[in-house]
């Protein structure tokens, strides 16, 4: 990444978890990034450069850049470098004649936006192109380097703009399969736009309702993804996707509070036979994100000792594996080596 001469943020506890959220298309983005209805609308339909909030983002970056990059510029007022950023960008992008289009998001009226993008310093640039970001900066860099930044997005996006309706729109399914494919990958900024696509033209889907709240889960809002799938009526709570996010945010609550794992390590070194040490461990690791070493750690304790603490590993294995999915290699590799400890 480029170097960085930007202004330093601290980190906000606002989040979109909060409030009521709701399934309908014109609330499925203000859900995800907590929506701001005060927050200043954007300029002219055609004008290149707009300043946005937090309800126009899914419209003018997400659904825009179907079509051509969009590259967003996260400012603030009392920002110095973004004093020094802000003319130059808009003078680069207005001279490549609709080939980019700027949108502007000021942080302090769109704070909850900002953080779900990891803004930590700003003025922070992104740019967009089918719905995911494609290549960012930070601070006031010079002229020549914006420029250069502005023409690798061109080059990149360069005759790959979004199929016109007339090829075939995809279908319900093709979309939930592709937001799957894309959360498997890690590309969440993808899978959200595919989902939310699905629920603006039926929002009662369930498979679209269970992959939103998983991108709920990967952006750390757990209590947003509680609240989304809280809505599913009875007869589909069913769903192996709903069971899957509920599973999902069952380990999320169980591995919160573990403990650390350097110290929950060290125990484990000092007494291999200390199982709760060894599934605590396993644990932190998970809320970590380390899956593998959760995996391995859980596993072992099934090893020594299959029974303790009623199964509790085994329990927490299987959870994991339906939170993972049963398509998921990590899934498929975990549940054969469990076998072969359970039944060797």
């Avoid at 907590?34 to 927050?39: I, M, R, V």
């Avoid at 009875?234 to 945010?249: G, T």
Wanted: a negative charge; glycine letters at 12%.
């Amino acid at each position: 990444m480029p170097r960085t001469t930007g202004v330093s943020l601290r980190t906000g506890t606002a989040g979109p978890g909060s409030g009521e959220n709701r399934w309908k298309k014109d609330s499925v983005m203000d859900n995800f990034l907590g929506g701001d209805p005060a927050a200043e609308p954007g300029d002219g339909p055609d004008d290149p450069i707009k300043n946005i909030d937090t309800q126009a983002f899914m419209t003018e970056v997400i659904e825009a850049s179907q079509s051509v990059p969009i590259i967003v510029d996260f400012w603030a007022p009392w920002c110095g470098p973004c004093k020094q950023l802000g003319p130059t960008i808009e003078k680069l992008v207005k001279e490549t004649g609709g080939k980019v289009r700027l949108v502007k998001v000021n942080i302090d009226e769109n704070q909850q936006l900002a953080q779900q993008l990891r803004v930590q310093s700003i003025p922070m640039v992104y740019a967009f192109f089918g719905g995911r970001p494609l290549d960012a900066f930070q601070g006031a860099l010079p002229e020549s380097e914006v420029k250069a930044f502005i023409d690798r997005v061109i080059e990149a996006t360069a005759g790959k703009g979004a199929a016109p309706e007339a090829e075939g729109a995809s279908t319900a399914a093709d979309l939930i399969a592709e937001g799957k494919a894309a959360l498997a990958k890690g590309d969440d900024g993808a899978a959200l736009a595919l989902f939310t696509k699905v629920l603006e033209s039926d929002d009662k889907n369930v498979d679209a309702v269970a992959g939103l709240a998983r991108c709920y889960i990967s952006a750390g809002e757990n209590e947003a993804a509680g609240n989304l799938i809280a809505g599913i009526p009875e007869e589909q709570a069913d769903n192996p996707d709903i069971a899957a996010v509920k599973s999902a945010l069952e380990l999320a609550a169980e591995s919160g509070d573990a403990g650390d794992v350097g110290e929950l390590a060290a125990k484990v070194e000092a007494n291999p036979g200390d199982l709760q040490a060894r599934f605590d461990l396993a644990m932190a690791l998970f809320a970590g994100g380390d899956r593998e070493g959760a995996l391995d750690g859980l596993l072992e304790v099934v090893r020594r000792n299959a029974g303790w603490n009623d199964g509790a590993a085994r329990i927490q294995l299987l959870k994991m594996f339906e939170a993972w999915g049963a398509d998921a290699p990590l899934t498929i590799d975990g549940r054969e080596r469990l076998s072969t400890v359970l039944f060797s």
